[in-house]
């Protein structure tokens, strides 16, 4: 009798689940084509951002593998203060503080650790505070305690450029840097921060394997209008729908950027300008079917290619020669790419 019993179960558990995937193949099969394209270019966005991720920590830790002639005491004391992310950072000063009077070489140990940076202790002290005070402007700004870490890389790396590779002391630190200063907010794709790494770090790897590369820089047409006549939420859906289709019509090693309000660019790594123009248009076409889909408009870029090594070798050069093919296509009437 109980072995019926199980079998019963067993069988009311099997149709429990046939049941629940019928009614996840029905909610499917409701969604339209513009929904799944979508969620599609969501899980494209993520995984790129995750690659990167991935990337530039296996890349930043082999780097730095050592943390120099410091006691293994003392590395395990600092590392347990800065990877404490609950502590606000009053307590963060307090405990330095404490720290930095029993020993006269503190601060200069702590920056070899974290930082990979040799300072004279009077130097680390200077910059400890200059840091401090960053975190604590951080803070207001974003309305939330800002990990100390985050706002120390923001400070020596992509204020200050004291250093040119950061050692990176977890990965909790990693993900938040990342997030805070190579992602534009607004769309999910980099920004025009990150853009510039990625530029200068392409020509010179182009140049050093005597590779080309294209960059593609366009703005939305009329997007002001845009703004004025549907509201800025509504922009801002514009905007966002603008990084997915980017995501979408690229390949995953073509770096996509918001660098502006309404102005983006794409490096193509290892690509002619006739191989970009055929990503180009793709992306265009995507761009118009999509917005009038989803939005009721037909929403058009103006843009402008340009080659390295063939248009310009250096970078600002490069940026300059795109940037005047994007006006051209504007000033020809919007809705075009320049290419040459």
């Known amino acids: 009798m109980r072995n019926l019993q199980e079998e019963l179960k067993e069988k009311e558990e099997e149709i429990r689940k046939l049941k629940e995937i019928l009614e996840l193949y029905e909610r499917v099969s409701k969604l339209g084509e513009v929904e799944l394209l979508a969620a599609e270019q969501i899980l494209n966005a993520h995984e790129t951002t995750a690659n990167l991720a991935r990337n530039e920590l296996i890349e930043m830790r082999d780097r730095f593998k050592g943390l120099g002639q410091v006691n293994s005491e003392r590395k395990t004391a600092i590392l347990e203060i800065v990877n404490d992310k609950e502590a606000p950072l009053p307590s963060l000063a307090n405990k330095f503080e404490e720290m930095g009077k029993k020993d006269d070489y503190f601060y200069s140990d702590f920056f070899r650790i974290i ?26 700004q974003l309305g939330r305690s800002m990990n100390f870490v985050v706002a120390l890389l923001d400070y020596i790396y992509l204020k200050n450029r004291l250093i040119e590779n950061p050692k990176i002391v977890d990965i909790y630190s990693f993900e938040e840097i990342i ?25 010179t790897r182009s140049k050093r394997y005597k590779r080309s590369f294209c960059l593609f820089l366009f703005d939305l047409d009329n997007f002001k209008r845009i703004n004025d006549t549907k509201g800025h939420s509504f922009g801002d859906d514009i905007l966002k729908l603008v990084a997915g289709t980017l995501m979408y019509a690229f390949r995953t090693e073509d770096i996509s950027c918001r660098v502006g309000g309404e102005e983006f660019a794409v490096i ?73």
Do not use: M, Q
Not at 115 to 120: H, I, M, S, V
Not at 271 to 291: C, D, G, H, M, Q
Not at 316 to 323: G, I, P, V
């Open 179 to 203: 997030l805070n200063a190579v992602i534009d907010e607004g769309t999910g794709i980099y920004n025009k921060r990150y853009f510039n790494l990625v530029l200068n770090k392409e020509i």
């Open 268 to 340: 193509l790594p290892e690509t002619s300008k006739e191989n970009a123009k055929v990503a180009i248009e793709r992306f265009r076409t995507y761009l118009r079917n999509s917005s009038k889909n989803d939005f009721g408009i037909e929403v058009t870029v103006s843009g402008g290619v340009a080659e390295y090594p063939g248009d310009a070798d250096e970078s600002n050069r490069l940026y300059s020669f795109t940037d005047a093919k994007l006006y051209e296509a504007k000033a020809a009437g919007k809705d075009r790419i320049t290419y040459v």
């Open 115 to 140: 930082a990979n940076l040799d300072l004279p202790e009077s130097e680390a002290r200077s910059l400890w505070k200059e840091i401090y005070a960053h975190a604590e402007g951080l803070s207001k």
